[in-house]
Nanobody, 115 residues
Framework: QVRLVESGGGLVQPGGSLRLSCAAS????????MGWYRQAPGKGRELVAT???????NYADSVKGRFTISTDTAKDTVYLQMNSLKPEDTAVYYC?????????WGQGTLVTVSS
């Protein structure tokens, strides 16, 4: 069974930073890729960033230069470092892993950017 558990969300002021974590229940090298997605109130879920463990990274244009996706393979954890946060970054952030032909999602963590 594959489980992904996110943490690190919260309330932050505009211009601030947060780091989200996604802990996987299995070796993250077993995933074809992993990523972060977000869903703002009243909107659909959108891609934020993805990472291929022996490959590269991909970012949405709206977060390039501000967000960084990374991994700690010893902890089977994927991170999303978010800097220079804006109110429009407010959303529930979800971790996703693609494994053996299926998508697996975490439960989500809420990020609120507000003064």
């Amino acid at each position: 069974q594959v489980r992904l558990v996110e943490s690190g969300g919260g309330l932050v002021q505009p211009g601030g930073s947060l780091r989200l974590s996604c802990a996987a229940s299995r070796n993250i090298f077993s995933f074809n890729y992993m990523g972060w997605y977000r869903q703002a109130p009243g909107k659909g879920r959108e891609l934020v960033a993805t990472i291929v463990l022996r490959g590269g990274t991909n970012y949405a244009d709206s977060v390039k230069g501000r967000f960084t996706i990374s991994t700690d393979t010893a902890k089977d954890t994927v991170y999303l470092q978010m800097n220079s946060l804006k109110p429009e970054d407010t959303a529930v952030y979800y971790c996703k892993g693609f494994y053996v032909g299926s998508n697996y999602w975490g439960q989500g963590t809420l990020v609120t950017v507000s003064s």
